[in-house]
């Protein structure tokens, strides 16, 4: 007898439930469930047991708005543990330029992760964190302003550096200064887990920083803000829209300083990541960058020149993630174009990806990688991989 909708979401919560790998998601079953959860370690294999209950419940889409009881909104699959759920959601600031600061550490391990222009070209990453605690991520790097919207989206805690004189005094006195963990105010190492590796200081002693989220998340607890809020915005399905172009390799250059590619790689079901013609890795385990869902977004940037001499080296742009812009979704080798969306600033209203048609475009459940850009039109996307070497001289 077929299921009703709401029979369906409930059969699925539960199913999910049973099929989290942490013990805190088994009470009540028996040994031998316990047992065969207990199995389920990685996020290749928990999400294969998912579709499996997609395929024979065929139930709604997650999200945008409502999510199944121990779904996490960021990736579309359940937490690992109540640990996870319980803590808030973590942002970190990760370098990426020059090149020498690669490998970087704890990428893979972050649920989502943002990449801006911090300034000329060169990128910088705010990896967020919640299933996951990796003890080294790095390394750690200075907050922007576009940081701030993130804080706002994500329900999020904000570990960084330190900044420039302007944005530091924004961040002093803004009503979010309780959210910030960072050495430019005191959190140091033995407290905070913000550590010199010394062992890198060839890269450059700014580049030698990394965080232990584990102590990120305890100071958090200690202050009393380490609450599990969630951010709604993404929608989940395990089946891929219809109507997607092809995408095998998709090419960006950053004004000619930088050049990312990601390509598909059928086996597993995502896309790698290229920096500067060689496989970009994560220092962790040498393992190579890696999403199961490219977002591109076109976000309109503004000078402040109430805040910076325009031109001046610590020059840094608003990024005006609210409203609406362009958008590209990559995922399973597929290419769609739609919108990105947010018009509320509430706390946990991070930014949908919809059609022109105001449907949701669905994202597959894993990893998302979002890049932000000025434009869309540096983004080349073709139907069969190239050359990981080739470079195409692009503005951006």
């Known amino acids: 007898m077929a299921l009703s909708t709401r029979s369906r979401a409930i059969v699925l919560s539960i199913l999910i439930l049973c099929l989290s790998f942490s013990a805190g ?27 499996d209950s997609y395929v024979r419940l065929a139930p709604e889409p997650m999200g945008p708005r409502s999510y199944p009881l ?6 579309g699959l359940p937490y690992p543990n109540e640990e996870a759920q319980d803590r808030r959601n973590l942002i970190v600031k990760i370098s990426n330029w020059p090149p020498k600061v690669r490998p970087q550490s704890g990428v893979n391990q972050a649920d989502l992760v943002y990449e801006y222009e911090a300034e000329g070209g060169v990128t910088r990453f705010a990896a967020i964190y919640r299933n996951n605690a990796p003890e080294k991520v790095g390394s750690v790097r200075s907050a922007r302003l576009i940081d701030i919207e993130l804080i706002s989206m994500y329900a999020a805690l904000l570990a960084y550096s330190g900044t420039s004189g302007p944005i530091h005094e924004i961040y002093r006195n803004a009503s979010f200064r309780s959210l910030l963990l960072s050495p430019s105010f005191g959190d140091d190492c033995p407290k905070a887990g913000f550590c010199r590796d010394n062992s890198l200081i060839g890269r450059g002693y700014e580049h030698t920083l990394f965080a232990d989220t584990r102590k990120l998340w305890e100071l958090a607890s200690a202050r009393n803000i380490n609450i599990g809020y969630r951010a709604l915005g993404f929608t989940f399905a395990l089946q891929p829209d219809a109507g997607g172009d092809v995408a095998a390799d998709i090419y960006t250059n950053w004004y000619n300083r930088t050049d990312i590619r990601w390509q598909y790689e059928p ?26 869902n490219l977002i591109f977004l076109q976000v309109a940037h503004y000078p402040r020149p109430d805040l910076f001499t325009p031109g001046s080296l610590d020059e840094s742009y608003e990024v005006a993630l609210r409203n609406q812009g362009r958008a590209y979704v990559m995922r399973e080798g597929n290419f769609y174009r739609g919108y990105w969306r947010r018009f509320s600033a509430n706390r946990g209203e991070a930014l949908s990806l919809v059609y022109g048609n105001e449907e949701p475009i669905m994202l597959k459940p894993g990893r998302s990688w979002v890049t932000v850009m000025r434009s869309l039109d540096p983004v080349i996307v073709r139907e069969t991989r190239g050359d990981i070497g080739d470079t195409i001289a692009v503005g951006g």
């Open 70 to 75: 121990g779904i996490n909104p960021l990736t």
């Open 25 to 51: 998601f088994v009470r009540g079953q028996d040994a031998a469930a316990a047992d065969a959860t207990d199995r389920l370690q990685s996020p290749a294999l928990v999400a294969a047991a998912i579709a």
């Open 267 to 292: 086996t597993s079901g995502r896309y790698l990541r290229f920096a500067d013609g060689v496989a970009h890795v994560d220092a962790a385990d040498d393992s190579q960058l890696w999403a199961d």
